[in-house]
Every structure is written in structure tokens, then in C-alpha cells.
């Protein structure tokens, strides 16, 4: 008989585009099966460990928020680039979501509606260190191939508990009623 | 009297009644087929296919001993007369493929941001799509440039998510004998319009009161002062799902 293979844990490195951080606060709504998932996973770039650039072989990327500068675009290429799977979380990063409300507005108008109102001065912050805002909101998908998609605004606890277990189990993450919603 | 007539849906005898549709009749026998545009109360529209259904798909043998499937023709079920004997397909993987796609179509067409939508948990669109288990857009997102119309002092119109049933049109024209709306336009430039000289609904005769006002499927016409008024978690399809009870969307019997 062969010996059982030695269990890997997977590698899931995860991080917020543009998005409201919410899908991630609902991925701590898993609450105690952390500790569960934690047996069967290890972090690898996420807001939890703080490493900044994931490393080449990770298994799994959860991306949360769309792409609305030039950053969110680099980071998502660099997620596609090292992680096997690419999972989109929450309506922001599926459609756009809210952020994608100003893309039927004119990006001009937008930053001189914002920073140069009266009262306000006149100057748009235009330092190199802050990335170019896109013309518009896009979801993950118009950027690049995206495996699963997890929706939701955010995805509930409950949600984004099956969707993964599902994963890790090898099956094709469904979400039954109840479970699945736009918002 | 004539012996009762019946059909097949997904295997399943159906009754019907001369001159009922095949989607009347499955909806009369507790059997839901899925729609967007049609509506018990109105003439059926046939545009939105959702309620697409396969009729009478033959197996064959060919000659060297194998089994064949030759689909039969597709047809929207809202506009097709149920005819005895007939074996209609509805809950099968290509029928709700077809419809998935269509969902996902009419989602990226229109600027469905359901988390900002008064309309979401009571959405048919969110709700087929719910049911139908559509989790992607799968499509590029169309990021539509459509207007807003507040005009009017009670209700709001968001064209951003018009999918173009007929339903306010043919709700103002039948019921409220008003033409409020009308269609305009070809293909992608297809758009509700108000019957006003202004083109504003503010310069119609609306009332909150109309079957019009009363009859969007989707997030378009919304009563002012109203929304987000049941929580999440308890609005109708946070509580079942679209398919539950097709009764509610069977066709009203006429009184003799
Ligand atoms: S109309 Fe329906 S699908 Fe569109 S945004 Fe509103 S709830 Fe979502
Ligand atoms: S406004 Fe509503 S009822 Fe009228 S055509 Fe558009 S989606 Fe249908
Ligand atoms: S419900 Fe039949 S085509 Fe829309």
C-alpha cells in the first residue's frame, strides 16, 4: 500500500482592490471554523500577515474591489501571475459595484467636483506616489481570467464558508438559496 | 364538453384549457417556468425568451445501432398554445443554460448595482438569477449611460435597469388607458420614453395609484419616500426563492 501523501497546507494570499474592506470584515464572520480553515490553509499576502507581494506558488487568490487605478491593476497581474486560482469576491470586484456608479460620469468633472469646489482650493492631488485613477471602474474579469466568483455586497460568513469548503473538498463551489445574493 | 387535453412538461402530465399558452397552463398546475415579461394579467409580450422551453425533441436510432437526440424546436413558452400530446422541456441543463445566459445578458446590459437598488429582495430579474444560480457576468460590463427622470413627485424613474419587458407599457395602455410609456429606439438604443412633451414623467398624467406605476419587474419605476423599508434577510426572495409558488403567477380565472 502506498503511504498517504503528506498533507500541504494550500497557500491563499488575498487583498482589496477597490473595495470597502467589507468582504474581507465578512470573511471574519466565519468566525471559529478560522480555526479549522487555518488546518487546511496558510496565509500568504493578506491584510493578516502584512507581506506585501505574494509569493510564486500560491494556490488561491480572493480578490476583493474592482480595478479603478493603476495599482489595482498591477496587484491584480501579480495576483494572476503567482496564484493557481483566482476567486473574485463581492459584487465590487464581479460588476464594478458602488465604485462603478461614477462611470457614467466624466472623470474630470469628478476630481474638480471634489477637490476644486469653492472653499475647497483649486489644487488635484497629482503626486507621482498616488496611483492614476482609470476613466472607469472595471470588474476583475475585463482585466484578467478569473477562475470563481464569489457574489455578494458582501458575500455572508455562511457564504464564503461553503464557497471555500466546497473549493477545498474539489468540488465546484455552489451556493444554494439563501446563501447566494447580489447584495 | 371536450375530454380534459394535456401535455408533457418535463415528463409530467399537464392539464390545460383551450387556448391557454403552454406557461398559463404550467402555471395554473403548480409548475413554474421561468419570465420576466409576461404577466398573467397581460397580453403576452414575447420579448424577454426567458421562459424558453424545447418541444418535442425526438430520439432516433440511426443504423449502426445509436442513440440520437434531435431537439425540437425552441419557443417562448408565454407565447406558444399548449397542444395535446406535446412534450415540452423546460428544467433541463441546455433550457437553463440558455436562460443563465440570458441573465447574465440582461445584467450587464443595464447598470444592475443591486446593494444601491430599492428594488432588491423583491427583483424577478435578481431572483431568476438567484434561482438560476448565475454567480458571474460572465459578459464585459456594458456601463450603459442612462438617465434618471424625478420629475415626478411621487415616483422615480432609474432607466439604469430597464430591461424592456413592456410591462408599465402595456399596464398604462390596457389597465390605466393612459400611455404613459412607450418604447423607443433599435437594438442597443432601445429606451423607455414618457409620453409628454417634455419627455419628463413629471408631465404626465401618472398617479402612484396606476397598474403602471405598480408593475416594473425590476428597479425602474419607484414610489418616492418608499425603500429599504423591509430588512435584509426577510424580503420576499430572502425568504424563497422566485420558483416557490407558481400560483402567485398563474393566470386569473375569468368568472362565468
Ligand atoms: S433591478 Fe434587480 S437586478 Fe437590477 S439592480 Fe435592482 S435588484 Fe439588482
Ligand atoms: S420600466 Fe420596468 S416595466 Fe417598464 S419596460 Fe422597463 S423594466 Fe419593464
Ligand atoms: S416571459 Fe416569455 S418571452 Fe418573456
Redesign the pocket.
Known sequence: MNAPLPKRKLKVATTSLAGCFGCHMSFLDIDERILDLVELVEFDRSPITDIKHCSPDCDLGIIEGGVCNAENVHVLHEFRKNCKILIAMGACAINGGLPAQRNSLDIRDILAAVYARPGRGVHIPNDPEIPLLLNEVHPLHEVVRIDYFLPGCPPSGDAIWKFLTDLLAGRTPTLGHGLIHYD | MSDPKTFFLDEEEIPFEEGQTIIQAALSAGKYIPHLCYHPEFKPHGSCKLCTVRIDSRTVTTEDGQTVKIPGRAAASCTTPAQAGQHVESEVPEILDLRRTLVQMLLVEGNHYCPSCEKSGKCMLQGLAYDLGVMDPHFPQYFSKREVDASHPDILLDFN?????????RASAEVDKKNV?A?SGRGNTKH?ICNSESGKLGDTNLAATDKAAN????G??LHKRHGFEVPYGQRRFDRAPISDNPAQYAPVKEQV
Open positions: 435597469r430597464c430591461i424592456l419587458c413592456e410591462l408599465c407599457v410609456f418604447l423607455l408593475v416594473c419587474p425590476v425602474v419605476i
